[in-house]
Nanobody
């Protein structure tokens, strides 16, 4: 099994920055895609950004230029740098990872979520 542990959330003023981290731990696994999603109160969870093992990135258009996703494959960690934060960015931010668990001769696909980290932007 793979565990995802997020950190870096908190309270920040409008225009401020935060950097979220999500570290995957476990044994005998390989990760393909890692991404960040967010869910604001009363709204559905939405994709923020994602990255592949090869380094390709994908962003929701409205956040391009303010948010940057990056990844350290050696550490199985994905980051989200968030700049020029706005009150509308207030949400619980979730990390997601998919890949394969290596069990003997079998490769079992997985798709896991972190527990979420709260980001609150005050005006």
């Amino acid at each position: 099994q793979v565990q995802l542990v997020e950190s870096g959330g908190g309270l920040v003023q409008v225009g401020g920055s935060l950097r979220l981290s999500c570290a995957a731990s476990g044994s005998a696994f390989s990760i393909n895609n890692m991404g960040w999603y967010r869910q604001a109160p009363g709204k559905q969870r939405e994709l923020v950004a994602s990255t592949t093992s090869g380094g390709s990135t994908n962003y929701v258009n409205s956040l391009k230029g303010r948010f940057t996703i990056s990844r350290d494959n050696a550490k199985n960690t994905v980051y989200l740098q968030m700049n020029s934060l706005k009150p509308d960015d207030t949400a619980v931010y979730y990390c997601n990872a998919d890949g394969r668990l290596n069990q003997g001769n079998s490769k079992i696909p997985f798709d896991y979520w972190g527990q979420g980290t709260q980001v609150t932007v005050s005006s």
